[in-house]
């Protein structure tokens, strides 16, 4: 698998076999070795993805993901190499059996979605516009923890993490457009509610 996956089903596949390769338990360092040390866009994804699933209504877990965008984020907007992330978070630990059976269920939309995008509008994917995407995570990160007391509130965030991630992995512009203006109304519609 090369250094930086381009597909979803690529993304998932890395998770698979990570997790099949797995003596019981897979750890985040394991997952993110797997995908890659600089693939942010894949990161961003499987971090919004998992915040989207019903271990969000866990109370933390989208503060602790959302601690995750944000430091995933902030390496991308200043430029780093590669995505480093703190120790105690790389060391957590799912089972292996139940990562893989949940990534293999996967795979179908996955490829689905693979057919429909495609790298188009470069300028968005790279560069400014990269950074752009960087800078409107991290609000959507910051903006997230407020929106944990809120059951299920959070998944609006969630969701647009998972599709600038998947847009940025496939290089699809067009994705990080739409996850753009769903991000930003999402940034309006929490400011306007915690100002009413």
């Known amino acids: 698998m090369s250094d930086s996956p381009r597909t979803l089903d690529d993304v998932i596949l890395c998770v698979c076999d990570t997790a099949a390769a797995s003596e019981g338990k897979v750890s985040l360092q394991e997952v993110r070795d797997a995908i890659g040390g600089r693939a942010y866009g894949p990161l961003l994804f499987m971090a919004g993805l ?4 019903p271990v969000s209504a866990v109370p933390g877990v989208p503060t602790l993901l959302a601690f995750t965008v944000v430091l995933i984020a902030g390496q991308m907007l200043v430029g780093c190499e590669t995505v480093w992330l703190p120790r105690w ?4 630990k799912v089972k292996g059996a139940s990562l893989e059976k949940g990534a293999r269920s996967a795979r179908r939309p ?9 790298p188009r509008i470069a300028g968005m994917t790279e560069g400014v516009g990269r950074k752009g995407v960087a800078l409107v995570c991290i609000l959507v990160g910051v903006l997230t923890p ?4 809120i059951p299920f509130s959070t998944a609006i965030p969630a969701a647009t993490i998972t599709v600038f ?3 940025l992995t496939a290089r699809d512009g067009v994705v990080v457009l739409a996850a753009l203006s769903v991000g930003l109304t999402a940034i309006g519609l929490v400011a306007w509610a915690m100002l009413a």
Do not use: V, Y
Not at 110 to 118: G, S, T, V
Not at 146 to 149: K, S, V, Y
């Open 110 to 118: 996955a490829q689905f979605l693979d057919r429909l995008i495609r």
């Open 165 to 167: 991630g998947l847009g």
């Open 146 to 149: 407020p929106l944990e007391l």
């Open 89 to 92: 978070l790389l060391r957590l």
């Open 50 to 53: 998992i915040t989207m699933t």
